[in-house]
C-alpha cells in the first residue's frame, strides 16, 4: 500500500543509523509550517519504533503514517503546532 | 422546634478567615507553579573517556533534545576528553577487562592492541554509518544542548579551557551537577 501524503519536504536518512534518523526529523520538522508533513526515508530497522516513540512523547508532532516498502521505512509525521 | 443549629459540628469547621486565608496560600502556590519552565529536563554526568562508553552520553543527549528536553551534561574525570577538541578524534577502545572483546586478556595486554581494537571498532563504525563522536557532538550543541566541562577535573588533568569544543560550558563544579540533577526529570551517570 502506498501512502497517499501531501508532503512539503522530503527528509532522506537512509544508511544512518541510531540516534541520527530521529535528531535529524526533529530539525527538519522544525523548519515546517503547521500542518504541514514531512516524509522521512530511513534504512535503519529501528526507525520504525523510534520514530513512533518520539513522536508520541513530542509535543506539536503526530506520526500520520509508517510503511515499509524494499527495505526503505518510510515515516510521514504532521507539525501540529 | 429548636432553632439550635447543629454547634458540634460548627466548631470543627474552619473560620471564613481561615479559608480565606487558605485560599491565598494555594493561589500563590499555582502561581508559582505556573510560572515555572514547564519543560522536561535531563541531566547526565558523563565520566568515562573510551570510545565505547562516549556514545551513550551522547546518543541519550541528541535524542531528548530531539523529544524537546532541556539537556546537560556534566563531564568530569575521563568524560572530559569527549569535549576535547583533540582528544575526542582519538579515543580508544580496549580489549583488557572486556570479555566481549574477542581476545583474551593476556593478549590484549600486548604493547599496541588498544590500537588494533581501536581501529577495528572504527571500521565497524564506518561500515555502519554509525555517526561519529564529533558529529554527534556537533549535533547536540547545534540542538541545544548544554555540555559542561567539571573545573576541577580541567585543572586535574592540565587541560586548557580553550582545549574544549566552542560551546561547552567550563568553570563548573559538582553543586553545579547537583542542582541540575533535582531539577531534571531523568538523571543518568553513565
Known sequence: MSAEFDTTETLDVKSASCPMPVVKTKSAIDELAEGEILEVLATDSGSMSDIDGWASGTEGVELVDQEEADDVYKHYVRKTE | ?190
Open chain 2, 1 to 190: 422546634m429548636s432553632t439550635d443549629t447543629p454547634d458540634a459540628s460548627a466548631d470543627d469547621a474552619p473560620s471564613r478567615a481561615e479559608l480565606a486565608a487558605r485560599v491565598d496560600e494555594l493561589e500563590d502556590a499555582l502561581t508559582e507553579a505556573a510560572d515555572e519552565d514547564d519543560s522536561k529536563k535531563m541531566s547526565i554526568i558523563a565520566t568515562k573517556g573510551t570510545l565505547d562508553m562516549a556514545y551513550p552520553p551522547l546518543i541519550l543527549a541528541s535524542t531528548a533534545a530531539a523529544f524537546g528536553y532541556d539537556v546537560t551534561v556534566f563531564h568530569t574525570f575521563w568524560g572530559l576528553d569527549i569535549l576535547h577538541e583533540e582528544r575526542s578524534k582519538d579515543l580508544k577502545l580496549s580489549s583488557v577487562g572486556n570479555p566481549n572483546m574477542p581476545v583474551p586478556n593476556a593478549v590484549a595486554a600486548l604493547p599496541g592492541m588498544d590500537r588494533v581494537t581501536t581501529k577495528m571498532m572504527e571500521k565497524k563504525i564506518a561500515d555502519n554509518d554509525t555517526a561519529t563522536i564529533e558529529e554527534l557532538l556537533e549535533t547536540s550543541l547545534e540542538m541545544g544542548v548544554e555540555f559542561q566541562a567539571c573545573q576541577m577535573t580541567i585543572d586535574l588533568m592540565d587541560y586548557d579551557e580553550d582545549d574544549f569544543y566552542d560551546g561547552v560550558t567550563t568553570g563548573v563544579g559538582a553543586a553545579t551537577a547537583l542542582q541540575d540533577m533535582a531539577n531534571a526529570d531523568i538523571q543518568l551517570l553513565v
